[in-house]
């Protein structure tokens, strides 16, 4: 399981932008990795957030090395102010996976070499 937390800032930069700063061999072979391990076969857009797509692909890479049966990706938002915590990026990116983004619910995006891959967003509240 990762977990992403976030107050008051993005999922650093937008795929096209990644791409850019990025050798092309580097972006070809990074997302091939990446593709592989979350489930998706499409072209990624270029305005997925690339760390969204690394820290999915980072549950999924754990998940493999333990033997687990699921891999889960939670983004933990500390403000309640969706353009602040940038919940319009975590949708865009549930999307890819043809699924219906939510709150406080685990979406299965894929299954991935035999894993269970899902996504989570919560809201911390404060007391």
Request: aromatic residues 10%; charged residues 30%; glycine residues 4%.
């Amino acid at each position: 399981m990762m977990v992403e937390g976030k107050a008051r800032e993005d999922f650093d930069d937008l795929l096209g932008v990644w791409k850019e700063r990025t050798s092309e061999s580097g972006v070809k072979a990074r997302l091939t990795y990446i593709t592989d391990n979350i489930g998706i076969t499409k072209p990624l857009p270029n305005d997925i957030r690339y760390q969204l797509l690394h820290r999915t692909a980072s549950a999924v890479i754990e998940a493999k090395r333990f033997h687990a049966k699921y891999a889960v990706v939670v983004i933990q938002s500390f403000v309640s102010n969706d353009d602040e915590n940038h919940y319009s990026d975590f949708c865009k990116f549930i999307r890819l996976f043809e699924s219906s983004p939510m709150k406080d619910a685990l979406i299965e995006l894929s299954r991935p070499h035999g894993c269970k891959l899902f996504a989570g967003w919560v809201q911390s509240r404060p007391r």
